[in-house]
């Protein structure tokens, strides 16, 4: 990928069925990494060519890396492994997720800690290096997408799950895949 090249990032979908299964998610939350931790074992559950499964990234300003963390799994998602690129990524900062955040969002070790140090830190647990797409401006569009698509549902806080495009209110991180499934299959 060069400067000249257009940027496009993959979809971020796994499964291919006619429900769909959209999850909103911040990188360093301990309830979006909870969800995001069940999607796997969903998608074996229900079946990819019954669901797709669409996750949606939710940047929290609370979160103080969470800008950071989101631009950098979206320029992931522009390589050539695309998704596959960009969930090694997820999971790489979810399974990783205190040394991505702030004691109680606004203090700790990451005070000290650069936007430069944290991506060299996903780097290092991940093994994907978005160096080139990262620093490319028309990145902010495959952002803008994800807060404006939020928005336009009226979401404001992760984990949110819809179905077939409505919002589930009543779902959460901690409900077993067997309730997520239940409700996509409804």
Same mark, same amino acid.
């Not at 998704?83 to 990451?110: I, L, Q, S, Y």
């Not at 902010?140 to 949110?160: D, E, F, M």
């Given at each position: ?11 971020? #979908? ?22 995001? =931790? *069940? ?9 990819? #060519? ?72 996903? #780097? %290092?647990?991940?093994?994907? =290096? ?5 620093? %490319? ?6 952002? *803008?997408?994800?807060? *404006?698509?939020?928005?336009? =549902? ?8 819809? /179905? =077939? ?13 067997? /309730? ?7």
């Amino acid at each position: 990928m060069n400067a000249t090249t257009t940027l496009h990032g993959a979809p971020l #979908e796994w499964g291919h069925g006619p429900r769909v299964f959209e999850v909103f998610l911040e990188p360093t939350c301990p309830f979006s990494v909870k969800a995001f =931790n *069940k999607l796997e074992a969903l998608l074996d559950h229900v079946g990819e #060519e019954k669901v797709t499964v669409k996750i949606r990234l939710q940047s929290q300003p609370w979160h103080l890396f969470s800008g950071v963390i989101v631009r950098y799994i979206l320029a992931a998602s522009t390589l050539p492994e695309g998704k596959a690129a960009a969930w090694k990524v997820m999971k790489a900062v979810g399974d990783h997720r205190e040394e991505f955040e702030f004691t109680d969002h606004c203090r700790g070790p990451n005070m000290d800690a650069t936007p430069h140090q944290i991506m060299q830190r996903i #780097e %290092r647990y991940s093994g994907v =290096n978005v160096d080139e797409p990262f620093a %490319r401006a028309e990145l902010q569009q495959l952002i *803008k997408w994800h807060c *404006k698509y939020a928005r336009q =549902n009226g979401i404001h806080v992760s984990p949110t799950f819809m /179905v =077939n495009g409505l919002v589930q209110p009543d779902l959460g991180s901690g409900d077993d895949i067997s /309730v997520w499934a239940e409700r996509i299959l409804a």
